[in-house]
């Protein structure tokens, strides 16, 4: 019961998985984009099928005051299309301030490497965030359906279950 998260940029893309009870998120290397190039969605779908993954979570990069931009109906389109493409339910998720979060979380460890590879961290992280803010916002109810549509119990993992940020 695997869902991915996708922090989707103009160079990069951020990608995180759920465990397999759907609890916690881990990051997964993150993808190039090349300017003015098609989305990668081939390699979106290879990673969902990698990870037999059921869903997608996609951050939707609202204005601060919470409304579409030229990016948030870009980022819409391509959950649309790897939907299409996949036939795996994307939801989509206000990612407002998560870039932020991601990189004072990748700062604050200190990992001695070159802006790239931080720039990565970053972006990784923002999808980490991203997923688990979705996974921590499903009822119980939710998480049930979810588990019996996909042939699984859903399992409690106990207290002190959060998301790797790195």
Known sequence: MRVLGIDFGERRIGVAVSDPTGTVASPLPTLKRRAGKRPPLAALEALAQEYAAVAFVLGLPLTPGGEDSDWTRTVREVGAALARRTGLPVHLLDERF?????????????????????KERIDAAAAVLILQSW????????????????????VDPGPGSEGSVL
């Open 98 to 118: 998560t870039s932020v979060q991601a990189e004072r979380a990748v700062r604050n460890i200190g990992l001695p490497k070159g802006k790239r590879e931080e």
């Open 135 to 154: 996974l921590n916002s499903r009822t119980e109810e939710e998480k049930r359906s979810m588990a019996e549509e996909h042939g699984s119990e859903p």
